[in-house]
């Protein structure tokens, strides 16, 4: 056997065993993700004004691509097995969605579903019963922009990215738009699901209470009333599920204004929702 032949029967070995390495055995290999810690804070990346705000965050290694769209750029992360994309409009510079995506180029897939997708959750620092964002599931690794995914709450199997859509709040009750009217008036623009129930007895007569209530959009209002006089003594605003991470956002609820002078405002949190902000009650100034 020549010195030549030995040696491209050298070269097949080496490159079979490179074939077989990346073909077969490279895919079972695969090192398995870090589930257990935060990775990714994306509240607080949905907090930040801009995209430029977002770009100066020290703790993100963070890659620039194109998205295919002129009018879109990406911002690509990457960290133990997950990856991070922020797709954001080059005129506003606003965060449009984020993508969180298991890494399943060099990772093994985990098989996440409703029972476990907490866990998940947990490496972007998501909550489900958060009121500034909306989740969306993905059961492929493929993002396609026609189609936003599954709601969180359906059933899904083995979700494999989480699509967060950050959701600007609105004005549901106009609160300085009730305040200083009486409760016939307040009723009236409040329509006929504003309901005045639970009079609360006490011997001292300044203190019975009325209070009125109304749901509507996933927020309850509560109108407290002091009969003798039929004077409005607070207005408090109760999100029935979840919370805000940024006080401003519950405060657009009641389009308040912290720094008003017609009413002062109390702002309640949650222990059991993560410290969210969920509620607002209001005094009039008199």
Known sequence: MTRKTIIIINAIIVLTCLWVYFFFLNPIIKA????????????LLLSKKNIDEIIKVKE???????????????????????????????????????????FLNYYQALDFNNDNIDTFLKVGNLDKRSNSYDLFI???????PLSIGKPIGEKFTKATSI??????????????NLIGKNIHTISEKLGNDFVV????????????????????????LYVTIRP?????????????????????????VGNLDSTSKSYS??????????NKYNSVTIYPKK
């Open 32 to 43: 398995e993700p870090t589930v257990g810690h935060t990775y990714f804070d994306i509240p």
């Open 60 to 102: 993100l290694e963070m890659t620039i691509y194109g998205n295919g769209n002129p009018n879109e750029t990406r911002l690509h992360a990457d960290n133990n097995g997950w990856i991070m994309d922020i797709i954001f409009d080059n005129i506003t510079r606003e965060i449009r969605l984020i993508k969180l995506s298991q």
């Open 138 to 144: 993905l059961e492929n690794s493929v993002f396609d």
């Open 163 to 176: 699509i967060v859509y950050p959701k600007a709040p609105s004005i549901i009750y106009d609160i300085p």
């Open 197 to 220: 129930t639970d009079l609360i007895e006490t011997d001292d007569e300044n203190f019975k209470k009325w209070s009125g209530i109304i749901k509507k959009e996933g927020y309850t």
């Open 228 to 252: 003798k006089n039929r004077e409005i003594t607070l207005f408090q605003i109760v999100a029935d599920e979840g919370g805000f991470e940024n006080a401003k956002d519950m405060l657009t």
């Open 265 to 274: 405002i109390v702002l309640g949190q949650s222990s059991s929702i993560g």
